[in-house]
């Protein structure tokens, strides 16, 4: 809302130095600062002189809102160009339509003027003579001068301090930059020595892989040879054969062999899951045909002991889709280490469906082991301290890695002197991926993958080669792609090398070649079923972000 404040009718020189001292005093009434008083005068002042020069008359109608001192002039004529262009100098806002110009200043906010005070400046707003006027602007021009003479002052000053401050930085510049020099030589010397020791790794970790391949392979030979003679010298012969201290000899003999087989073998399965010569081999595996197996492997290891065995099916699925090798390896380790550490009580194998997963669970009431300990078991050729029942560490650390590689893991909770529960948990479900693109120039084999993939891809769609599915992906979001290593145009590495890093990627191809890097996984054609498809396919699922 505007409030005016005051009117002036300026029609000779004499109103222009009215003019110009009711714009100054209303400033002043406002709080504007001196500088702003200044300006407010001077813009009056060139506005109505321009306007006199020219002839005309002018109205000046002072106003007021909640932010801006407003000032009004309205001529009997157009309003002379050179004092707006004057004025627009030096108020906040100047705006000309025709024989008006509007002029704003901004105020404080909450400062009110006093309208009594305000009509004595009115009425007392005519000086006495031009030479009152003139004494008055140039006492304002002095001030202003003095005030421009301390800010070039200032900005001298902020200009020495400027450069003071540019010499330092420039000098901590370059302190900075020879120490990153220096810093990039030492991160360049570092990465070499770390290739260097990656290599060495590399190699190290080669030659431990085939040192334990060939001495368990050497090794295994001559130990079932000592077991099978000492089996032979512990028979009966016609002759009554061994005296019993002799006998107790050649048993001692057959058991330390035994127990040397063992630990031969697991650090052969060791050295193979390492090196990544594990073969997988995924299919339905009949659960309750298994556990019946299992059943009859566990029960002899307890014999002579008040241990029970029990291996129940009563909540294990019909089939699952795993390695059956792999997967028989885990629980018979499992079964052997529950009835190895239970004194008495008994040694339970059960199963149950959590949703997605399956869950294989072993728990016994054995001697259990602290809280603290349960995750070194894990840890190769660990032993339990104060424990001293045989093996070789190696069981747990071997079976777990088996889990990983089936796409699960092994998880141990135990208490001492209650038992330890021990639960093997495997996916169960067929994975289920959106779109899916089959990347072949083979019609026939694309409709083969079409019916392998019948309920694990939402959307199918074709191309004969690497750039047709490079297009479908840059038209539509695609989840996985499978494609053929030889393909007429742009082949499965080409495709491979352009293909974003947010898409999986199977390659299915006959050719005997390594798995490329880019590829999530590799698959023969002449050896693919869908037990093999869907087991990758859950495998990339359950990895990806």
């Known amino acids: ?112 003027p006093d309208m009594r005070l305000v009509k004595e400046q009115l009425a007392a707003v005519v000086p006495h003579s031009a030479l009152d006027e003139l004494r008055r602007q140039n006492t304002d021009l002095i001030s202003a001068l003095e005030d421009l003479k301390q800010q070039k002052d200032q900005l001298l000053l902020l200009n020495s301090e400027l450069q003071e401050t540019n010499r330092g930085v420039m000098a901590l510049y370059s302190e900075l930059s020879n120490e990153l020099e220096q810093t990039n030589r030492g991160v360049v010397a570092l990465y070499a020595e770390l290739d260097e020791t990656s290599e060495r790794l590399r190699a190290a970790s080669e030659s431990k892989d085939r040192f334990w391949a060939n001495v368990s392979h050497e090794l295994r030979t001559p130990l079932n040879s000592i077991i099978g003679l000492t089996r032979l010298l512990a028979e009966p012969t016609a002759d009554g054969g061994l005296d019993p201290e002799r006998l107790y000899q050649v048993e001692l003999i057959k058991n330390s062999g035994s127990t040397l087989l063992a630990l031969v073998n697991d650090l052969l399965d060791v050295a193979k899951a390492e090196s990544g010569q594990l073969h997988v081999d995924p299919a339905n595996v009949d659960l309750r045909a298994l556990f019946g197996r299992l059943r009859g492997l566990a029960r002899p290891m307890a014999e002579g002991r008040p241990v029970e065995v029990i291996v129940s099916d009563a909540g294990a699925p019909g089939t699952i889709l795993t390695d059956e090798v792999a997967l028989t390896s885990i629980l018979r380790n499992l079964l052997s280490n529950g009835i190895k550490y239970t004194d008495s009580g008994e040694v339970r194998l059960s199963a149950r469906v959590t949703g997605p997963r399956l869950e294989i669970s072993v728990a016994d009431t054995g001697i259990g082991i602290p809280a603290s300990l349960c995750d070194h078991v894990f840890e190769e050729f660990y032993q339990v301290p104060g424990v001293r029942r045989g093996g070789t560490g190696l069981g747990l650390p071997y079976a777990r890695r088996l889990a990983r590689i089936l796409g699960g893991d092994l998880k141990l909770t135990s208490e001492p002197g209650v038992g330890t529960t021990v639960v093997l948990d495997l996916p169960h479900e067929t994975p289920v991926v959106g779109t899916v693109v089959l990347a072949d ?55 491979l090398a352009r293909l974003p890093g947010s898409v999986p990627a199977i390659i299915i191809t006959c050719a005997d070649v390594p798995p490329p890097p880019r590829a999530a996984a590799l698959l023969r054609k002449d050896e693919l079923t869908r037990e093999r498809l869907e087991f990758t396919i859950r495998g990339i699922i359950r990895g990806a972000p």
Not at 43 to 50: V, Y
Not at 85 to 96: E, F, I, K, N
Not at 443 to 468: I, K, P, S, Y
Request: glycine share 8%; charged share 25%; hydrophobic share 50%.
């Open 441 to 495: 120039d083979d019609a026939t084999f694309r409709q083969v993958l079409r019916g392998l993939l019948t309920g694990m891809a939402d959307h199918l769609v074709e191309a004969e080669n690497g750039g047709q599915a490079l297009a479908i992906l840059a038209e539509t979001p695609v989840d996985l792609v499978l494609a053929d290593m030889r393909m007429p145009g742009m082949d499965g590495s080409a495709l």
């Open 1 to 112: 809302m505007i409030s005016e404040l005051a009117r002036l009718d300026v029609r000779d020189l004499t109103g222009v130095f009215a003019a110009r001292q009711l714009g100054r005093a209303l400033a002043a009434s406002l709080a504007l600062d001196r500088q702003d008083q200044i300006r407010v005068a001077t813009a009056l002042s060139e506005i109505s002189r321009s306007a006199v020069t020219a002839g005309r008359t002018a109205v000046v109608a002072f106003g007021i809102d909640d932010t801006d001192l407003l000032v009004t002039v309205t001529l009997d004529g157009e309003a002379p160009a050179g004092g707006v262009a004057a004025a627009a100098r030096l108020m906040d806002t100047v705006t000309s339509d025709g024989d008006v110009v509007r002029m704003t200043k901004r105020r404080p906010p909450d400062v009110q």
